[in-house]
Structures are given as structure tokens and as C-alpha cells.
């Protein structure tokens, strides 16, 4: 059995079906009581943040509708009225937010809906501690996969910089996948570029490499990249709703419909909305139940 696979007893238990009757695994979903970034305080800065970029993204009605999951049981409710079969709580390790991978594992431990990924910054903890935090997360925690944010270090790098490859290559060989951050909220929007990320699935073609929000507004440039190397896989998210996006849905209506997967990008989008106007987007119904469902299990080690 493989690190990957080996809480699978628990979280294949997890069977909710949406009212579409679409099993769907939300590849990007955190509680607000996470982090003041996600609208945690009652009247921060965070929680006017998080009004703003629901607005922005395109949330109809309530913008605080996230201070439901101010509290574990209100998350929980939030993923399991909205029909989730499984919800991805990211962790975070750079300069500006360290989402800690014992927090993550501490939220979805005991829950077969959830499923945690952890996050290293080799730059900031240094090479060998990283690592060593690489395996302590998959192999102990039972983390499914490692986040890391090139973007948001300092200095920003590239994903293809040599710092990282060593957390490359120990994905790679405990059978994990690697997320990377991406997009306009890069503080350096040169580093939002997906060209350095080829030499990478170049380099670990049998790595999965997820790109969270994928590189939006880069979006013909992302496609590209994952039609070069069916290691890449992209997760627009939030930004699947903005203009431009609609490449992703006619490459997903072909190659991309293995390499695209779902993501709400809550507490920044309501989830239910957020299925119901990603089933309106276009999709051909022969490719999406591998969009919400089947591509993040197989990617995941969910069988």
C-alpha cells in the first residue's frame, strides 16, 4: 500500500451525492476558522476581505455567507448540505501565512468527507527540514499531497527554481501529489507564469502536478502546458467564472477533460453556487463526472 492510498478505508466511506446526483470533490475548500485571511474575527480586516473577493469573484446574495464556518461543526454542515462526497483542506508555509500541517490534519482527522494537504516552504525551514516535513506530514499525518507557493516567497520564485526540486523528487517517490499556487493575487504577477512549470513535469513525469486557480489570467498558456504534459492538471477554482476562462471548458470538452478538476475556492465562493454554475458553464455531460468527481479521485488514491 502506498502513502497515498493508505487512508483509504476511511475517506472512501465518505458516498454524499449532490442534488445533481454528481458525486463531487471539492479540490479547494477551507473553513473560515482557519485563518483571519478567511474571515475567521467578526469585523477584521480578514472578514472584509473575504466580503470583497466573494464579491468579486461573483457570489450572488449574502457575501458573509461564510461565517457559517466559523466553527468545525458549521463547516462540516457547509460541505454536507452542499452534497460534497469529499472536501480538500489545503495547508499553507510561506513568509506572509503558515496554515500548519498539524492544524490541517487536526481539522480533518475523523471526518471521511475531508481530506488534508499539507504545505512546506523548503526556502524558509531549509532543504532537510522540509523534507523531513514532507514525510512526517504524508507518512504520519496521512496528508494526501504537498502545497507549495513559489509565487509568494521572498524573494517570489519560479516553480522550476532548484530549491524545490528535492520536495519533487520525495513526492514523487512517496506517491504523492504536488499543488502549486498560481494567479492574480501572485504579489509579482511575473511570477504567474505557467512556462516555467513544463521543465518541471518535464523533469518528475511521473509526478502529479495541481495547479491551484490555474494561472488565470494565463489561461491559453496553462492550457498549453498541460497538453504538453499530462502530468499537469489545473483547478481553476474561483476564477473558472471570470472572463477569458472559457478556454478551460472547450479544452476540457476535450484532452483537458482528464486534467481539469473542481474547486469552489471557499469560504471566497458559496460551494452549492459554486457546483450549480459550473454544471451551467458548458460542459459536455460525457466529461463531468470526471471533472467533479473521477479525475480528484484518481489523482487522490481514492480508487
Not at 461543526?73 to 508555509?93: K, S, W, Y
Not at 498539524?102 to 482527522?109: A, M, P, Q, R, S
Not at 502545497?147 to 530549491?163: C, I, N, S, T, Y
Not at 496553462?222 to 497538453?227: E, H, K, P, R, T
Request: with cysteine; aromatic share 10%; glycine share 10%.
Amino acid at each position: 500500500m502506498t502513502p497515498a492510498s493508505a487512508n483509504q478505508s476511511t475517506i472512501q466511506s465518505a458516498t454524499r451525492v449532490h442534488a445533481s446526483g454528481h458525486r463531487v470533490i471539492d479540490m479547494r475548500c477551507r473553513p473560515a476558522y482557519l485563518h483571519d485571511f478567511f474571515g475567521k474575527t467578526p469585523g477584521s480586516p480578514g472578514e472584509d476581505l473575504a466580503r470583497w473577493l466573494n464579491r468579486r469573484v461573483g457570489t450572488r446574495g449574502d457575501d458573509a455567507h461564510f461565517v457559517r464556518s466559523r466553527t468545525p461543526q458549521g463547516f462540516l454542515d457547509e460541505v454536507r448540505d452542499a452534497g460534497l462526497a469529499h472536501a480538500v483542506v489545503v495547508g499553507r508555509h510561506t513568509p506572509g501565512q503558515h496554515l500548519p500541517n498539524d492544524t490541517i490534519h487536526g481539522i480533518v482527522h475523523g471526518h471521511p468527507e475531508l481530506i488534508g494537504i499539507g504545505a512546506v516552504d523548503p526556502v524558509l525551514q531549509g532543504s532537510e527540514a522540509a523534507l523531513a516535513e514532507v514525510e512526517r506530514a504524508v507518512r504520519s499525518l496521512g496528508l494526501a499531497g504537498i502545497d507549495l507557493e513559489p509565487g509568494f516567497g521572498e524573494p517570489a520564485r519560479h516553480p522550476d527554481d532548484p530549491v524545490y526540486f528535492p520536495v519533487y523528487e520525495l513526492a514523487q517517490q512517496l506517491g504523492v501529489p504536488v499543488f502549486l499556487m498560481s494567479g492574480p493575487t501572485t504579489p509579482d504577477l511575473r511570477y504567474n507564469d505557467p512556462a516555467p512549470l513544463a521543465r518541471v513535469a518535464q523533469a518528475f513525469p511521473r509526478l502529479p502536478l495541481v495547479v491551484y486557480h490555474g494561472y488565470w489570467p494565463q489561461v491559453q498558456q496553462a492550457i498549453g502546458v498541460a497538453f504538453r504534459y499530462d502530468n499537469v492538471f489545473l483547478v481553476p477554482d474561483m476564477y473558472l467564472f471570470q472572463p477569458g476562462s472559457q478556454a478551460y471548458v472547450e479544452a476540457a470538452n476535450g484532452f483537458l477533460g482528464d486534467q481539469l478538476l473542481f474547486g469552489s475556492s471557499y469560504p471566497f465562493r458559496p460551494i452549492g453556487q459554486t457546483v450549480d454554475d459550473f454544471l451551467a458553464l458548458g460542459f459536455k455531460p460525457s466529461v463531468l463526472d470526471r471533472l467533479l468527481y473521477g479525475n480528484a479521485a484518481a489523482l487522490l488514491g481514492l480508487g
